[in-house]
């Protein structure tokens, strides 16, 4: 079966240091892995995928995520944050497609400090 | 290009009672997915209608059913409602030949709040 875990529901920094969101999952095959953003009373924005093109994903809004399959990981990454980035940010996978069922993380809440 | 939307954005209903939400997929796309998101966790499917039908189905009571029209919109209904059915109801929808490469898009949920 399928799960995602994302460590620490809640995550602080201040505008431009480092972000970093930890996400680990657990498939029983190749996984579909994402993440996701949802700002509030809003629906959820895909930030980015992995493809088994590139362990090393780019996305939206100067994220990024690497694959580490030795580590069963997939944690996000912005080397500057801004206080845009404020939302609740969800690590997902499928072994089904990338249209297909998802499994996700609880979420975690990045917060930005001025 | 119209999104996914739903309605009702908000509602309230009270213990025992039913509620029906409904999704309109984005532009091409035939596959319509439920999330449920209860408040502080991550959405957890619900279950997915392809061709008018129920193809997958996530751990969720037989309260929760849904129905897939003609033209690929889609409700979710819920049935003798409990307080812990109160939560954000995400739809998202899939075009089902790209299943595999595609991506899901998200409407903006149907917050129900169950008194």
């Known amino acids: 079966a399928q799960s995602v875990t994302q460590l620490g529901s809640h995550v602080s920094v201040s505008e431009g240091a480092l972000v970093l969101l930890r996400c680990n999952y657990s498939?029983?095959?190749?996984?579909?892995l994402f993440w996701y953003v949802q700002y509030p009373n809003q629906g959820l924005q895909l930030l980015l995928k992995y493809t088994s093109a590139a362990t090393l994903v780019k996305g939206i809004n100067g994220f990024e995520a690497e694959f580490k399959k030795s580590e069963t990981s997939f944690h996000l990454t912005k080397p500057s944050a801004h206080m845009s980035d404020a939302a609740e940010y969800f690590c997902a996978v499928s072994e089904l497609g990338y249209g297909n069922k998802l499994v996700f993380g609880a979420g975690t809440i990045l917060r930005v400090k001025s | 290009d119209a999104g996914v939307t739903q309605s009702p954005t908000h509602l309230i209903k009270t213990r025992g009672q039913q509620v029906t939400l409904r999704c309109s997929p984005k532009?091409?796309?035939?596959?319509v997915s439920w999330y449920q998101q209860a408040l502080g966790q991550g959405p957890q499917f619900i279950f997915q209608?392809?061709?008018?039908?129920?193809?997958q189905r996530g751990n969720f009571p037989d309260r929760f059913s849904g129905h897939q029209f003609p033209n690929y919109s889609s409700e979710l209904n819920v049935n003798a409602l409990l307080l812990g059915d109160s939560a954000l109801y995400l739809c998202?929808?899939?075009?089902?030949?790209?299943?595999?490469?595609?991506?899901?898009?998200f409407g903006e949920g149907s917050r129900l709040t169950v008194l």
């Open positions: 209608y392809y061709e008018e039908e129920e193809r």
């Open positions: 498939s029983s095959v190749p996984p579909y």
């Open positions: 532009s091409g796309h035939d596959t």
């Open positions: 998202a929808s899939s075009y089902y030949g790209q299943i595999v490469t595609g991506e899901l898009f």
